[in-house]
């Protein structure tokens, strides 16, 4: 059974800084992993994504503020974030991908399996 934890969500000022951890346990396939998030009223969105063979994506309005990395060895997945707006609060999910499932693309929320419970970030101006 596939169960992801993330933790590390916080509030901060604008500006600020955060790293939100996802700790995976019971994942074998080593495919995709990606963050998303949700802001109230809007849909979940993706945010970064990395596959462990190599190559990571990340949404235009984070390229260059946020970087996602993984360490296989803690099964454990990353995402840093600086220079954080107002625009980045929202419900941040981990999630996982599995062998043979129905591929959308890195971003799309639709080609993920598995995911955790969110972790709540909040950047006041």
């Known amino acids: 059974q596939v169960q992801l934890v993330e933790s590390g969500g916080g509030s901060v000022q604008a500006g600020g800084s955060l790293r939100l951890s996802c700790a995976a346990s019971?994942?074998?396939?080593?495919?995709?992993m990606g963050w998303f998030r949700q802001a109230p009223g809007k849909e979940r969105e993706g945010v970064a994504a990395?596959?462990?063979?190599?190559?990571?994506w990340y949404a235009s309005s984070v390229k260059g503020r946020f970087t996602i990395s993984q360490d296989n060895g803690k099964n454990s997945l990353y995402l840093e974030m600086n220079s954080l707006k107002p625009e980045d609060t929202g419900v941040y999910y981990c999630?996982?991908?599995?062998?043979?499932?129905?591929?959308?693309?890195?971003?799309?929320?639709?080609?993920?399996?598995?995911w955790g419970q969110g972790t709540q970030v909040t950047v006041s101006s």
């Open positions: 990395i596959y462990t063979g190599g190559g990571s």
């Open positions: 999630a996982a991908d599995r062998y043979g499932g129905t591929w959308y693309g890195q971003l799309s929320a639709r080609s993920y399996t598995y």
């Open positions: 019971g994942y074998t396939y080593r495919g995709y």
